[in-house]
């Protein structure tokens, strides 16, 4: 399975790709483990490994919020923590409205 597989708009010369850790990888199955519990956790963390030492890892996981990437691990979050990483965002983004509407 190819691992990134869209026009790419978040990095400045725009191949971030050509850069990934996991383009090196034979096994690039670990980045789509098929669970998140058990011995997925050993693949897992063996796919986040690959992205700790990942030097574009910052514009992988910007393009998997962008594009809403539903499956994988991507920056080294799996699709869970990017989930949870958005509503984060958003309730900080909500929060931060708030103030904005008390200031005025
Ligand atoms: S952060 Fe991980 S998934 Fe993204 S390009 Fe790097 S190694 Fe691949």
Redesign the pocket.
Known sequence: MS??VYPDTTSPDGN??D?????R?EDREI?FPKGNSGPCLIIIAE??A??R?????E???RS?LETDEAF?????LTEQERRKLKRRSRRNTALLDEDDEVAV
């Open positions: 691992h990134h971030w790709r850069h990934a850790a996991c383009a990888e980045f796919a986040k690959v992205c030492r990942c030097p574009v890892a514009y992988c996981l998997a994988g691990i991507w920056g080294g």
